[in-house]
């Protein structure tokens, strides 16, 4: 198997929804999440939702968004106290909101973003790749500036990272995302990021974690432009990151080949290769199937 398929298999790893529970909206008619069946055995006790068939259906009654803002929000501080949800829900909390849609677009609820690993719906976040074109660096070489994570970290720690990431929380659009991220993680001043940042595409996988349960993710990918002078603007800002290596192209396939990157860091290391034509139909038989399977179709409403 190809080393780039391999690394896509770990991040796209959910294949099968048999034996998971459903997340129903109020009218019984549209999926919201994937439910193990262990957090399905928590909803069994809460009078707000009916289980039928492996299906979690919320109240027909909760029929706006602030009432099912004001549900959610109830349930997960109450689950917080749970010990079995001390190291998932209590110790993860962020006090973050996340938008779940439903119909795609629209808004249907507000939840933490602790919570939202429990019942398996779409999250959304930003990833920034900071590099140096190869017409702008010294050695006509593409190079991009890549974190180590911080040991402390209780995930991934000491692996390697995309340059900037997060989370989209409410109410932050996706710009103002990258610009608070570039900030808060890589100390990169605005005037700095609006400059020399493009969106250039999304991903999308559905990622089984080793506790089985599922993430169904969608990630915003932008390039962001730097050159040689600049490399005394990027330095690490919260604790997210140990330090920044400025790494050649040949350096970061190595290491992507070693599996030194968090896995779905890993994914948007690949899509970032596709994109600039190392990564091409001509030298990777798995092309196509790499493609597909960073963009995968959503069982969901989305964004």
Known sequence: MSIYLDIIDQVDSFKNASSYYRLLDHK????????????????KSESEFSIK?????????????????????EIANRWRK????????????????????????KPYMLIERAFSVLLGVVTYGVHINGYIPAEL???????????KRSMTKPTYPGMLDNTVAGGLGYPYGLETTV???????????EDFVKKNIKNVGVVSYMYLTSDKRVQPEVEYIYDLKFEEKDSNLI????????????????EIINNLKNKKFKPNCGLIIIDFLIRHGIINAEN????????????????????
Request: charged share 30%; hydrophobic share 30%.
């Open 28 to 43: 019984g008619k549209t999926e919201l999440g994937y439910i193990t069946p262990e957090i399905a055995n928590l909803f």
């Open 53 to 73: 068939h492996k299906y979690i259906k919320i109240s027909s009654k909760y029929d706006t968004f602030e009432k099912r803002n004001e549900l959610f929000a």
């Open 82 to 105: 749970k010990p079995e949800l001390d190291e998932l829900l209590n110790k993860g909390w962020r006090d973050e909101l996340y938008i779940i849609y439903n119909p795609s677009t």
């Open 137 to 147: 660096s010294s050695n006509g070489k593409i190079k991009m500036w890549i974190p």
């Open 179 to 189: 610009i608070k991220e570039c900030f808060e993680e890589a100390g990169l001043e």
């Open 235 to 250: 330095k690490p800002q919260d604790g997210e990151a140990e330090d920044y290596q400025l790494l050649e192209i040949d």
């Open 284 to 303: 990777e038989s798995n092309y196509l199937e790499i493609v597909n399977r960073c963009h995968v179709k959503l069982p969901f409403p989305t964004r």
